[in-house]
């Protein structure tokens, strides 16, 4: 089930509140006390940067499983993300230098040490606009990474109605050959019984990877019968052929950025597990360097604009998807369902200053 932990900062007594919690993510995760500690201090940095730097924010925590082929290298990670309307980051390059401080009272490096430390880092920043800040902590540092980059990624978060503890949401990936599968799962209802519904998705994406989406979706409807149900939308994208299929059962969303233009991907109607339609329809779509997925359940205001800056388009996923669900929502407009974001795009990390995750 889909573990989240989601902190507002506002003030001091609430950076405590966040390390206890990416404590807790640590152990949740499985990682060791060396590389939990290392995201309680990561945990604690954002958190005192949101307040030093943008007036506030959150922080929001969620466990994040990798792809079945690098489960036994890697294992489940800590994701940190630290989202703000602040006024963003003048200079990142030198905020992400260790020591760096605008303020007397700095914790310690900061950024920097995010950065040094996380297996992992993501950071987007605009000015007037705010920053997301992405983190991931898993069992290894990034000094010891030596696995060969994909090219393509997927990331995602992944937030709860009212801070619950579980999110009934679920995204997750899976690489067989030069085939990159990417699910959302929104399970009916909230809560654990929501939750134990886009579990068992994934559970089965997990298996069942290497199928294609409505073949896929058959399987899920069976796997997903001892449950509530499901609303769920699969992506495939074939490297081989440069072509992306797409296909859903219920209310997901999906948007698909091509030749520099939005377009809508459109879900059938039904509920996987209960109410599974006669046919499903199949979406070919060309692929290229430039291409970017965007899923998302019904938690996102159906109204929400994509993206307008190319400069976000070029990061990480994980990153794109904070982004994107931090835009749809604020204090005066908040969420009003599980809310998760998932993205697929071509690995565009060229160097030390993409900071990507």
Known sequence: MSRV???????????RDVRVAAEEAGAYAGLDAHRT????????????????????GRILINIVEPPPADEAARGPSVQLFALDHGPGIADVGAALRDGYTTV????????????????????????GRGTVVAARIDQRS?????????????????MSLAR???????????????????????GLGHGTKAAAASGAAVGELRRRGHLAPVELLRHLHTALRPTRGAAVAV????????E??????????????????????????????????????????????????VLHSDGLPSRWSPPDD????????????????????????????????????????????????
């Open 164 to 186: 619950a503890e579980h999110s009934g949401d679920a995204w997750s990936w899976a690489r067989s050959g030069s085939r990159t599968t990417l699910m959302l799962a929104d």
């Open 5 to 15: 932990w989601d902190i507002p900062v506002q003030d001091s007594t609430r950076v």
């Open 142 to 158: 990034a000094e010891r990474r030596t696995e060969t980059a994909p090219r393509v990624r997927a990331g995602g978060v992944n």
């Open 104 to 127: 007397n009272t700095s914790l310690g490096a900061g950024l920097g040490t995010c950065l040094r430390m996380s297996s992992d880092f993501g950071l987007f920043s605009a000015r």
């Open 244 to 293: 992306l299929s797409f296909a859903g059962v219920g209310n997901i969303g999906a948007r698909l950025h091509h030749a520099g233009t939005w377009q809508a991907l459109v879900s059938h109607p039904g509920i996987v597990g209960a109410h599974f339609p006669a046919g499903v329809p199949l979406r070919r779509v060309p692929w290229t360097g430039d291409s970017l997925l």
């Open 235 to 242: 992506a495939q994208l074939d490297e081989d052929t440069g």
């Open 37 to 56: 500690a290392v995201a309680a201090l990561a945990a604690t940095e954002l958190a005192t940067n949101l307040l030093k730097h943008a007036g506030g």
């Open 310 to 357: 190319t400069r976000l388009l070029r990061h990480d996923p994980a990153v794109v998807a904070a982004v994107v669900l931090r835009d749809a929502s604020s204090p005066a407009r908040p969420v009003r369902d599980d809310t998760s974001v998932a993205v697929l795009a071509p690995d565009r990390r060229t160097g030390t200053h993409d900071h990507s995750i």
